[in-house]
């Protein structure tokens, strides 16, 4: 991968990573973004995430307990990280969440939320909202029930739905739809999506299918690239940019209905990289931390907290892992290999 423009060319990641300030990088990218995978389990079987069946899970005494993961997000909280969104495998199917989204509630962050598939929200969503979780994503790839029982494994699109409802009931909002669109699959969606958008108030943001896929089947071709996705909608239902990537390291490129009726974002994390943003650090379901979804190196924080490793330590590991972080994911470098965690397994 080529060096980001404006980047220092020089490889420093081989130097020890500072001692205290902010958590950055060689390339001074200050992380205050972590993402925490509570489980690799889930219910659906999206079919460019997981297979069918045979999933090899982590066991039980593999995964962090929840006093664990408060752990490292309390010295993270510390190294200036401000938000921390819950993920999985599927968040809603480990056990008692709204414990774990309380003691994250109580270390600060100015932003706390979770991305779902959203089927556990009817009955999960009240004790979240109570517990302090601010907002959810919820993935939905396709508005038709059967195709949606096919890309998924389970016919499960009323849930869903009824999940989204369900969460703006309890205030946890708003809502952000996540479609990944896959070519041939349910490119055919996109504008029924921004319709959707419109009809619901919900900002739905488009995600390139990336190359985390279980069965490693990802092609290029399957990638429908984000400028397409724009150029589709905007022809149908008039677009405006909102705000530059300059001034915002969130993923998504932002775009308002010219009229005003909501809003769409694109996640062109394969053809238009925002790498060079980036601000992101991710805690598996067994504890390992990532500097980034595509890395194949991986630090264990769970081998640390149960060797009875202090807060410094972790301090440290936490610095040593995002100093280590490469300029970009390389997925367009010639010896791309993708991680062998798959997108489920790390947490997305
Ligand atoms: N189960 C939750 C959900 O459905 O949102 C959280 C975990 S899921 C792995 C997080 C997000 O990753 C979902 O929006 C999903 O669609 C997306 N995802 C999974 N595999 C992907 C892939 N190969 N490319 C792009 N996005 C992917």
């Avoid at 739905?161 to 041939?184: C, F, H, Q, W, Y």
């Avoid at 959707?196 to 919900?202: G, L, V, Y």
């Avoid at 330590?313 to 290999?337: M, N, S, Y």
């Amino acid at each position: 991968m080529d060096t980001p423009v404006g980047f220092p060319t020089r490889n420093r990641a081989a130097s020890p990573a500072p001692a205290d300030g902010p958590l950055v990088d060689t390339f001074g990218r200050a992380h205050t973004d972590l993402r925490i995978s509570v489980t690799d389990r889930c219910n659906f079987r999206c079919s460019y995430c997981m297979p069918a069946e045979d999933m090899t899970w982590l066991p039980r005494e593999g995964i962090l307990s929840y006093e664990e993961i408060e752990r490292v997000a309390r010295v993270l909280r510390g190294l200036g990280v401000t938000a921390v969104r819950l993920t999985g495998g599927e968040p809603l199917v480990r056990a008692d969440l709204p414990v774990l989204v309380a003691k994250l509630a109580a270390l600060g962050f100015d932003d706390l939320s979770l991305t779902t598939n959203g089927v556990g929200l009817p009955h999960l969503a009240g004790a979240l909202a109570a517990a302090g979780l601010r907002r959810v994503n919820v993935s939905c790839d396709s508005l038709d029930r059967d195709r949606f029982a096919s890309i998924t494994r389970r016919d499960a699109l009323p849930a869903v739905l009824e999940g989204m409802d369900a969460a703006e009931a309890t205030g946890l909002s708003p809502v952000k739809v996540n479609v990944v669109l896959m070519r041939g699959v349910n490119d055919d969606e996109v504008v029924d999506f921004a319709a959707f958008a419109r009809q619901t108030s919900r900002p739905v943001r488009f995600i390139e299918y990336m190359p985390l896929d279980a069965a490693h089947a990802w092609e290029r071709p399957d990638v429908v690239p984000g400028r397409e996705i724009v150029d589709r909608i905007g022809a149908v239902f008039p677009l405006v940019p909102v705000g530059t990537r300059d001034d915002d390291p969130a993923p998504a490129d932002r775009f308002r209905f010219a009229d005003g009726r909501g809003e769409i974002g694109v996640i062109a994390s394969v053809t238009d990289a925002f790498c060079g943003t980036c601000n992101r650090l991710r805690l598996t379901a067994d504890g390992a931390l990532r500097n980034c979804l595509f890395a194949t190196r991986e630090w264990s924080a769970r081998e640390l907290l149960r060797a009875g490793g202090s807060d410094a330590d972790l301090e440290a590991l936490c610095r040593q892992v995002v100093w280590a972080k490469a300029a970009g994911h390389g997925i367009d470098d010639p010896g791309f290999t993708p991680p062998a965690r798959s997108m489920s397994q790390i947490g997305g």
